[in-house]
């Protein structure tokens, strides 16, 4: 059973050693053994691991909700409609997200229409950011 070392895998998985470290950190890949000199001897199975993180993470869940998954993945005794319920909870959040992003762009294009034609002592830009108006 062939092992990678930290670097390897970092290469495999298109991210930085810091990144495998902080992993690790979190518990979202297992500690591996070491040799006698000290090198992480990652199981063969590490970089799917790793794909699967980052691809959770892509799609918007947060590491605590990746290691909540990861476990309903390798744990047969956990619900599957589990992870169906999480996947549209996080669409909720997604959808949220949208609107509160879409009501920024409306302001913010309603003052940049109001900016074009003011003095800049008057910019209504720098005054609603003054006036801490809400969205």
């Known amino acids: 059973m062939e092992r990678l070392t930290i670097g390897r895998l970092a290469q495999l998985g298109g991210v930085n050693l810091e990144t495998i470290r ?10 591996p053994p ?12 590490s970089p799917q691991r790793l794909r699967f993180i980052k691809r959770a993470q892509e799609l918007g869940f947060t590491l605590d909700e990746v290691g909540e998954l990861l476990t309903l ?8 409609a589990d992870v169906h319920a999480r996947a549209a909870a996080k669409i909720e959040n997604i959808e949220q997200k949208i609107k509160t992003l879409a009501a920024m762009k409306s ?4 003052l940049i229409e109001r ?4 003095a800049s002592e008057d910019c209504p830009i720098l005054a609603s950011l003054e006036q801490g108006a809400a969205i």
């Not at 040799?35 to 063969?44: I, K, N, S, V």
């Open 107 to 110: 302001v913010l294009s309603g």
């Open 73 to 80: 993945r390798h744990d047969p005794e956990q619900n599957r």
């Open 34 to 45: 070491r040799t006698e000199a000290g090198y992480r001897q990652f199981p063969p199975d």
């Open 115 to 118: 900016c074009e034609h003011c």
């Open 22 to 31: 902080y992993y690790e950190r979190r518990g979202l890949l297992a500690k």
